[in-house]
């Protein structure tokens, strides 16, 4: 494993995919494991050496890499072991501590789920979501996973910035609000609602204003646009607020919540464009009676299937 990738994810900087690809390949074999301890002394070292020599490298002097060497051999047996165990068990690697155990919540079909994480950071995730979160955060950097969809409402601290990880990029924050979606069979899309957030993704860095929404272009560029927010939220406060939105859109997004399948007998009726604002308590049956009663279109409901014509 490349060094400068395995000192990025000591220092919760690596990308997704790299962290992904270090959990693999310590879970590969115990010498890859022995090898990332040894490595994680030697990055520990550094950082010592480096905070004890800040006014050395201020004045213009530089330390040689064999003296850090030299010194690691001196100071490995005061490195704490549970650095080591921290980094494999924020990543499922190893075995279990109370400290970094990690949990999970999975939120099923037609419900919402709202928790409060050991920082004050509050979270509403959004039916058909999870998100992997430490029961309580002890590195400089607060992060989570999540599938699905969530609504984050961060308080600010410069000194442990929030993360969101999806399989799609990165989210990262200081204090803020804002909604992810990262659903598998959706463009990812983050909208910003009150302070700042920085969006990587593969390489690209992009820096929301509140207003603002970055969404996966068609060839998988990130394209950031001025939208209303309200839409975007409605789901926290528990209504279905759709503004002239595609019909396939719709639909989707109401069998998600209703846990149902939607077929569409020609593309043109996936096109179609309704307005609809009305709670998620409603049954089904009803929301869909109200999307036909607007158009010449015809739905029919044979169990969990919905057929549009």
């Known amino acids: 494993m ?3 990738v395995l000192h990025r994810f000591f220092a919760g900087t690596a990308s997704f995919e790299e962290e992904e690809a270090v959990c693999d390949w310590v879970d590969a074999s115990d010498k890859n494991r022995e090898e990332l301890i040894r490595e994680r002394k030697y990055f520990d070292v550094l950082l010592l050496h480096k905070t004890k020599n800040s006014s050395m490298v201020q004045s213009g002097h530089r330390f040689s890499l064999p003296f850090v060497i030299r010194e690691s051999l001196k100071i490995a047996a005061a490195i704490s072991v549970l650095l080591v165990s921290a980094l494999y068990i924020s990543n499922n690697v190893g075995k279990s501590a109370p400290v970094l155990e990690m949990n999970k919540i999975v ?4 419900q919402r789920a709202n928790l409060t994480l050991s920082d004050g950071t509050n979270v509403w995730l959004n039916a058909c979501s999870e998100m992997t979160y430490p029961a309580s955060f002890s590195e400089d ?3 989570v996973s999540l599938k699905g969809e969530a609504y984050f409402d961060v308080s600010k601290d410069v000194e442990h910035p929030f993360v969101v990880q999806t399989k799609k990029c990165d989210i990262k924050v200081l204090g803020t609000e804002f ?3 990262a659903y598998s069979d959706l463009p990812s899309a983050t909208t910003l609602v009150d302070g ?3 969006i990587r993704d593969k390489g690209t860095k992009v820096v929301l204003k509140p207003g603002e929404q970055a969404v996966k272009g068609k060839h998988g560029e990130v394209v950031v646009r001025e939208v209303d927010v309200a839409p975007y939220i409605a789901w926290k406060q528990g209504y279905f607020l759709f503004e002239d939105e595609r019909l396939e859109d719709i639909l989707n997004e109401l069998a998600r919540w209703y846990d149902v399948n939607v077929f569409f007998e ?6 179609e464009r309704f307005s609809v604002d009305m709670p998620r308590h409603e049954s089904f049956e009803e929301v869909l009676r109200l999307i036909e009663q607007t158009r010449s279109i015809q739905i029919e409901i044979e169990g969990n299937n919905v057929f549009v014509k």
Do not use: F, M
């Not at 020609?266 to 096109?271: A, P």
């Open 2 to 4: 490349d060094r400068n």
């Open 107 to 110: 939120v099923p079909p037609g």
């Open 141 to 143: 950097t607060h992060r």
């Open 179 to 181: 909604n992810v979606r």
């Open 196 to 198: 700042r957030v920085l």
């Open 266 to 271: 020609n593309s043109s009726v996936r096109e």
